[in-house]
């Protein structure tokens, strides 16, 4: 049989006491923790994708994102704390790094920030280290680490400057501190004096400014580490304004812990205009930055209370936890420390600058405490939760939305849906109360006397219902509301009740770990199973209503049946608090104090065989599967409600053999249907009155527009004239201007032909005397060169004699040393036998005798140890000579340095040589310089003549552009008017609907937006038309004046033809350019040919110079090697008289 497990799917809440707990990903995109996990949220399509948490955590602690919007830092508590980073980009969020502390025994990170680049992360770790840690995260590499605080003052935030990798802000409680990581360290910038002051949040406003937020509701500004001013609110009285200027007063020295508000700014956040904060419960504001030390508040939101709440308390008192901006900065959103998660459009917000803006649900309204009840319907895709936030919801898991809730004063413990989705029963603190789901309210119809229900059920047949009270089980009818049976039995608190599929049965569990199956047609009892040792906390029917499973507090699940155990699930170190049996009999889930699901296949195994799933943060408690077995519902005490999708191990589906039809109908009472009539009435006669309104607007706007036309197109008539006018002026301009250039172009290359002809012969008499001057010193250095290898060889034959003569008498002393020794070694070994000898003597002799042999032997010693000291000055001689021989060394290895210095400043001639070869170079690269140079001027002479007439020809179909212009502007007027006309005949026509109201009115508010647009954005293209033909006039206007002045006149029309005219410029100049390079090419080619003689001479004599050098090397190292050798040589005779030495002293 294949494995059937549960994968996460969608789930509602918001994790509470993580910090950071929402950012952007995208502008439709969120990311937050719920449950025991990240959740990747799309606001618009409304999916999700899950990043489960580690197994074994203790919780999750703080997100951060990085700026690129990639990755994700998670921070983990556990016994020894981590932080994982997961790409986004990834399909599943893969891991990509898990950091630690290293060495350090850090349990928790408290906040963490990505650096602007995204490369490096900071955490900062709770007590008692309270360690800042500075990673490389991609080489997962701990740069550096410092202590920030004590115990006594923990930390708030940390951040990144958003200018500066290296640059880094903590901040919290009398703690306000900036680091710079520099060579391998964090070295703290300034200290800032805030003993008395909390602080809670800060942002960077820029480089080296930064804003921060107190409990006393303060907003002090930092100024490069320096807390020295705040920013005051002052309102304007004068202006009668309800907008207040932000004025950045100075700080005294002893003013800083001054003034106390009645708020505390709990979250703070800064974007291109200014800076987001929090103002009070439920208030964020929105500053702008007018100046270097001004702001303005612009605007004020509010969380609104809930429409369904009985009370405006509850949303009044919600703190401000974390807010995030889209990337776009079209959206803000925050999260509230009941666990919600609230945005506005600001673009939407600059649009009603009237009215008091608020926010709204992200998605949809959540739990804020902890789950108590759920229950699903047959006839519906509802599911019903409550909690003990005092409200009531009812979802929809099929299109993941909330249908409706509602608050009420009294804590939720129970609830249960009616199979037809129709009712609701609640079981308060006070009473059991009986309600109607209406389309947009829950009303209560009935009321029972049941204080503190801690569990109601409906039967299958929906006409009878179950609710415990204490240890009692008591049904009731749900066509009279009478009381129809009370099962009495258990002597502990019920916790779980169900009932079977014919409703003829009913399982009950309690604390006093009793299982009891119930026969509710007589009330009696036909089978108890009892275990005091375990308390129950659910029980289920299988799914063939013949066995009942069961978990408790010993950690088993079990099967039950005729009061028997049939099998047991073997105990895990969590315990089990809710259970759920699949419809298809194939998998029962099983709910645990940590927050787990579990799948355990059915038959029961006997060994522990389950797959757990990482679904909640606290103990789940209750799941339900809903009739179909395609989702597994579980509501938990961390106050969240997750939908999972049942599967098999290849990822598909499970099949039911129940068809379910869902039905769409609702209850709705008749006062509400007068209200939609007469709303309807009230919402016509609001049509009529804007169809009349906006037929006059638009009559109105008609009269303007072909007044404005007239206008323009008189001033058009009138440019055109004065353009032709300018246009002949120029035209006789540019015939002038060519004649004359023609004629100095000619005068040019005259000039340029006669100075190439002396420049050639000058340079050819040049190089035939540079030639000559090579030849001779090449003469000269072959001598040089034969004079170094005879003097190489005389020393080379000194050196041999010299060594042949030293191996000899160091030969000969270390014979004569080798005999000294072997007679050494001689005379000790007879002396250690006449010892031996007389220590036998001395032992058989009395201890009067020894004592004198004694004395005697010490003596011997004393006149053997001066023998000793004289072979040791016999060494020292010997040493010197050595030393003498390493001198003598030393000398010649001197005369092989004098010659390798003549043989450097022979190469410091030839270097001469060469510098002067440079230098002739120079001289010929200079002369193509000012052939180039006069070349540069021909050619831009014969693009100034190409200019002129390009300019004549744009100028012309300028005109014509402008004309065809026009001609479509009265076309789209025209047609504009048509359209009018239709839009009035299809407004008569929606009139005549009634059923389509809402839709005919946005779409007449749509369509008059649009025609409003459309009209400014053709004023906006006859602005600039009318615009760039004034700059155009304006110029040419200029140029005439200035034909008297040829330079400023080709000035002006240069600066014409670079702002009208850019793009076909360049594209000429750069055939013009290629022109001049192939003149220039033809004409450099008889000194180019020059040249290359000079080089290939050049280049032999090099050669010849690198072959002297090779050869001068190979003796240089020859040299070298064979002083190496002798070097080896005198080491090795030192050792072996270190040796010689290291033996006499052990023989004496």
């Not at 921070?75 to 599943?92: G, P, R």
């Not at 699940?557 to 608090?577: K, N, S, W």
């Not at 200079?926 to 190409?946: E, F, G, P, W």
Request: with cysteine; glycine share 4%; charged share 30%.
């Amino acid at each position: 049989m294949s494995t059937v497990l549960s994968q996460p799917h969608f789930i509602f809440g918001l994790r509470k006491g993580v910090k950071n707990n929402l950012c952007f990903v995208d502008e439709q995109t969120v990311v937050f923790p719920s449950g025991n996990s990240c959740v990747i949220h799309n606001t618009v399509k409304k999916w999700q994708r899950f990043i489960p948490g580690l197994e074994g955590s203790l919780g999750l602690r703080a997100l951060a994102l990085s700026p690129n919007q990639r990755y994700l830092a998670v921070s983990e508590k556990a016994e020894k704390a981590s932080i994982i980073v997961f790409d986004l980009h990834q399909e599943h969020g893969m891991k990509r790094k898990v950091l630690t502390a290293g060495d350090f025994l850090v349990q928790e990170f408290l906040c963490m920030a990505f650096s602007p680049d995204s490369k490096y992360l900071i955490g900062q770790s709770g007590a008692p280290e309270w360690l800042l840690i500075f990673w490389n995260w991609e080489k997962n590499k701990i740069l550096a680490t410092e202590k920030t605080t004590n115990s006594n003052n923990p930390i708030s935030q940390i951040s990144f400057s958003p200018h500066n990798n290296m640059q880094v802000c903590v901040s919290g409680k009398s703690i306000f501190k900036l680091f710079r990581y520099s060579e391998g360290n964090l070295k703290q910038n300034s200290i800032a004096k805030v003993e008395s002051i909390n602080i809670l949040c800060h942002t960077w406003v820029s480089e080296d400014r930064v804003i921060a937020g107190t409990d006393t509701g303060r907003l002090l500004v930092s100024q490069s580490g320096d807390v020295r001013r705040e920013i005051k609110m002052s309102s304007d009285a004068a202006q009668g304004q309800n907008e207040r200027n932000l004025e950045v007063r100075r700080i005294k020295a002893g003013n800083v812990t001054e003034g106390v508000a009645k708020c505390c700014i709990t979250a703070i956040l800064s974007y291109s205009k200014g800076f987001v904060c929090s103002t009070g419960p439920g208030t964020v504001a929105l500053f702008e930055n007018i100046d270097d030390n001004v702001y303005r508040k612009s605007r004020e939101i509010q969380i609104l209370p809930a429409p369904a709440s009985s009370d405006s308390a509850p949303a009044k008192c919600q703190e401000i936890d974390t807010m995030c901006m889209s990337p776009a900065e079209e959206t803000l959103a925050v999260s509230t420390d009941r666990g919600q998660l609230y945005s506005i459009n600001l673009s939407s917000a600059e649009m009603k600058r009237e009215e008091q803006l608020h926010f709204d649900f992200l998605s949809q309204p959540f739990h804020s405490d902890s789950i108590t009840g759920l229950s699903i319907c047959i006839r519906k895709p509802f599911m019903a939760t409550c909690s003990l936030d005092c409200s009531v919801r009812i979802w929809n898991y099929e299109t993941k939305e909330l249908e409706l809730y509602k608050e009420f004063q009294e804590e939720a413990f129970s609830v249960a849906l009616h199979p037809t989705g129709l009712f609701v029963l609640v079981g308060f603190s006070d009473k059991l109360r009986l309600m109607n789901l209406f389309i947009n309210d829950i009303r209560t119809f009935k009321e029972f006397a049941l204080s503190g229900c801690r569990e109601c059920v409906f039967s299958h047949g929906g006409h009878m219902f179950a609710a415990v009270d204490g240890t009692v089980i008591r049904i009731y009818s749900f066509a009279s509301f009478e009381n129809i049976l009370n099962l009495n039995g258990h002597f502990g608190k019920v916790r779980t009740v169900e009932w079977s599929f014919d409703d003829s049965q009913l399982v009950s569990c309690g604390a006093d770990g009793a299982v009891y199956e119930w026969n509710t047609h007589t009330g009696k009892l036909e089978c108890e199973t009892v275990l005091k040792a375990c308390s129950y906390s659910a029980a289920a029917f299988s799914w063939d209503y013949k066995t009942v499973l069961a978990v408790g507090t010993d950690l088993i699940l079990r099967e039950i049946q005729d009061c028997q155990v049939l099998r047991e699930v073997p105990p895990d170190v969590v315990a089990h608090t809710a259970l759920a049996v699949s419809q298809s009999g194939r998998v029962v889930f099983t709910g645990t104090a940590g927050g787990t699901v579990r799948a355990v296949t059915y038959p029961l195994p006997d060994q522990k065989e389950w797959i757990t799933q990482q679904a909640h943060c606290g103990p789940v408690t209750k799941m339900v599967i809903t009739y179909d077995d395609q989702f597994l519902l579980t509501a938990s005490e961390d106050g969240c409600l997750l939908i999972s999708k049942i599967v098999d191990e290849n990822g598909r589906g499970l099949r039911s053999n129940r068809q379910i039809v869902h039905t769409e109908e609702i209850l709705v009472t008749k006062a509400d249907l007068e209200e939609r009539a007469h709303n309807m009435l009230e919402l016509k006669m609001q049509l009529e009155e804007l169809h009349m309104e906006n037929d006059y607007q638009l009559r109105l706007k008609e009269m303007n527009y072909k007044e404005e036309l007239q206008q323009m197109s008189n001033k058009f008539t009138e440019e055109i004239k004065s353009l032709k006018t300018t246009q002949q002026i120029l035209s006789t301009e540019i015939e002038r201007c060519e004649q004359e250039t023609q004629l100095t172009s000619a005068e040019v290359e005259v000039k340029h032909c006669k100075e190439l002809k002396d420049l050639d012969h000058l340079y050819t008499s040049k190089l035939t005397v540079e030639h000559e001057k090579y030849k001779d010193l090449l003469q000269q250095h072959k001598e040089m060169q034969e004079e170094y290898e005879t003097r190489l060889t005389h020393a080379e034959e000194d050196r041999t004699q010299s060594l042949a003569e030293v191996t000899q008498m160091y030969e000969a002393e270390l014979q004569v040393k080798t005999q000294h020794m072997n007679k050494c070694q001689e005379e000790a070994k007879r002396r250690i036998r006449e010892y031996e000898t007389t220590i036998r003597q001395a032992a058989e002799k009395e201890r009067q005798k020894i004592q004198t042999m004694k004395d005697k032997y010490e003596k011997k010693l004393q006149s053997e140890k001066e023998a000793f000291t004289k072979l040791k000055g016999n060494s020292g001689t010997m040493t010197q000579k050595i030393h003498n021989l390493q001198k003598q060394m030393d000398d010649q290895f001197n005369e092989l340095t004098a010659i390798k210095k003549e043989r450097h400043t022979l190469m410091g001639y030839i270097r001469t040589l060469e510098t002067d070869i440079c230098v002739l170079k120079k001289r010929v690269s200079k002369y193509k310089r000012t052939c180039q140079d006069k070349d540069k001027v021909i050619s831009s002479l014969d693009a100034m003549n190409q200019e002129l007439q390009k300019l004549k020809v744009i100028l012309e179909f300028k005109l014509k552009d402008l004309r065809k212009q026009i001609k479509p502007l009265l076309d789209d007027i025209n047609e504009k008017a048509e359209r009018i006309q239709k839009l009035e005949e299809e407004l008569v026509r929606m009139t005549n609907s009634s059923s389509r109201l809402k839709v005919t009115i946005s779409d007449l508010k749509l369509r008059l937006r649009t025609k409003d647009k459309e009209i400014q954005k053709e004023m906006q293209k006859v602005q600039d038309l009318t615009t760039l033909l004034e700059r155009v006039r304006s110029d040419l206007q200029v140029c005439v004046s200035l034909i008297q002045d040829p330079r400023k006149l080709k000035d002006n029309i240069l600066m014409i033809y670079s702002r009208y005219a850019l793009g076909t410029e360049s594209a000429k100049r750069s055939i013009a350019v290629d022109d001049a390079q192939k003149s220039v090419c033809s004409q450099c080619a008889q000194l180019q040919s020059t040249v290359n003689s000079l080089q290939k001479k050049l280049v032999k004599s090099a050669r010849e110079h690198e072959d002297v050098y090779t050869k001068m090397m190979k003796d240089n190292v020859a040299l070298v090697t064979e002083i190496n050798d002798l070097r080896k040589a005198l080491h090795t005779e030192r050792s072996k008289e270190k040796e010689s030495k290291v033996q006499q002293s052990l023989l004496q």
